[in-house]
């Protein structure tokens, strides 16, 4: 696969008029090492931010039992729908903070982060009311077992309602990502991580006093962690005069600018949109699991938590090649894409690689730390199998994408991704379903995987690279 510079002879992108000495100094450091020094910090916050989820998990699975696993894994899908249009917007932002600051114009990047989260909150509210007035039909609708379904609507409104803080907290740390600061977010996720660790099993217990709240504890225990991880996060910002500090000077420019808007949602709508599809595809799945009961939505939970860390480092790695070139494009510099791109792939290939390869040796410990039913256990392992070594080729073209993002084209790699999750994954697992029963849904993964790679490839060798690249404001 050639993953050589997009063609900029055309317009040549001027250089930016100032670089200072930390942008220099990356400049002229060796790309992997950039690479790592901007992906390993957010590699950890990612796996820490869905890790306070996965020891609600096992708390709940071990402390509780299967139908409460059950009960919570039901909600995922359904919460993965409604933060879907804030990751989109996270992602628009930060590639255009990252070729703002890349510009070297702060107050541009805080002018967009600003416009962001004013959208970010106001859809939020709307999304708290919304989703906490009708959690039992929306969950009933997608065919819940009944004997879960009122433990799992109980998990579900309380994050709901709580979605507006939610919000703030995934934003701010997407946009800190922009201006090259991967680290703040990293200390906001252990703390967040670490009080969900206390929080959790002390409610499930009733210990110190605190009332028992069973499957709720969880819930409860996520809220209070990014509602004090956020706080941190803005006191932080400030001690250390953040550009993005919410100081005085931010706060006026938390407001709607139609311009910047405009070119925050030009990207980051169609990936909202791709984030919905895949959310209404998982939905379309666990219909499908559901229909074979709470054992098998169990194991679905339990295998979506090992494929999840394991995907951290494909993720990642999208996300950091986007800012990367966003900050490249930004700063005049395009012409280092190609080699973005290029390092991006090997990345994928050792680091992903790398967990597929543990995750096929460890399956069975990896599937008792969220089940302790045999049977149970042998049915994740299975479908674990089936799908593991496809998060390889799915980290492969996440990165093409990511780097095509950074120049603001998008509409043709989220329609790829939305053709092959759409009209590939889940007509493939309805199919196989019926004829090889459960084992048939987690083929459709590698499948939809594959074609997605084939196609981003194709649309990256032979039509972006010839395109000339610009600063999207």
């Known amino acids: 696969m050639r993953t050589d510079t997009p063609a900029t002879a055309a317009q040549p992108v001027p250089p930016a008029p100032h670089l200072n000495a930390r942008a220099a100094a990356m400049a002229s450091r060796p790309l992997w090492k950039t690479f790592l020094f901007f992906l390993a910090p957010m590699l950890l916050s990612n796996i820490l931010q869905s890790l306070s989820g996965t020891l609600n998990n096992v708390y709940v699975g071990q402390m509780i039992g299967v139908g409460a696993l059950a009960a919570v894994s039901s909600f995922f899908p359904v919460m993965f729908f409604f933060i879907a249009f804030t990751i989109g917007l996270g992602a628009g932002a930060s590639v255009l903070i990252g070729q703002a600051w890349g510009a070297r114009d702060t107050e541009k990047a805080r002018a967009v982060a600003g416009t962001t989260l004013t959208v ?55 946009m800190l990502r922009g201006v090259g600061d991967t680290v703040t977010p990293l200390y906001t996720l252990m703390i967040s991580t670490v009080l969900g660790l206390a929080i959790t099993p002390a409610l499930i217990r009733g210990w110190f006093g605190l009332p028992m709240l069973g499957v709720a504890s969880g819930a409860w225990a996520t809220v209070i962690s990014f509602v004090v991880a956020t706080a941190w996060l803005a006191v932080h910002l400030r001690r250390k005069k953040s550009p993005l500090a919410p100081d005085a000077d931010f706060v006026r420019h938390l407001r709607v600018r139609p311009a910047l808007l405009k070119a925050v949602l030009k990207v980051g709508v169609p990936t909202g949109v791709q984030m919905i599809v895949v959310s209404l595809a998982e939905l379309a799945l666990l219909s499908f699991v559901n229909a074979y009961g709470s054992s098998a939505t169990a194991a679905y939970g339990a295998v979506n938590q090992v494929v999840a860390y394991v995907q951290f ?38 680091l992903t690689g790398g967990l597929v390869l543990l995750g096929y040796l460890f399956s069975r410990p990896l599937m008792g730390f969220f089940i302790t039913s045999e049977p149970v256990i042998e049915v994740a392992q299975t479908l674990l199998h089936i799908m593991l070594w496809s998060t390889v080729i799915f980290g492969m073209g996440a990165a093409l994408s990511g ?56 649309y990256y060798r032979f039509a972006w690279r010839k395109k000339t690249i610009s600063r999207l404001i």
């Open 403 to 458: 780097i095509m993002r950074a120049s603001g084209s998008v509409l043709v790699p989220t329609a790829i991704s939305i053709f092959c999750i759409a009209l590939i994954e889940v007509p493939v697992a309805w199919w196989l379903s019926h004829r090889m029963g459960l084992n048939g849904i987690w083929i459709a993964y590698p499948v939809a995987f594959t074609a997605m790679l084939t196609l981003q490839a194709s």
């Open 120 to 174: 970010g909150v106001l859809f939020a509210l709307a999304v708290a009311v919304f989703g906490g007035t009708f959690t039992q039909p929306m969950l009933a609708a997608l065919g819940t077992p009944p004997d879960i379904l009122a433990d799992a609507t109980a998990y579900a409104r309380i994050i709901l309602i709580a979605m507006p803080g939610l919000f703030v907290f995934l934003l701010s740390t997407a």
């Open 313 to 350: 480092p494909a993720i990642s790695i999208a996300i950091t090649a986007s800012i990367l070139g966003a900050q490249a494009i930004g700063a005049g510099q395009a012409q280092r894409l190609g080699a973005i791109t290029r390092t991006a792939l090997q990345m994928n290939l050792v």
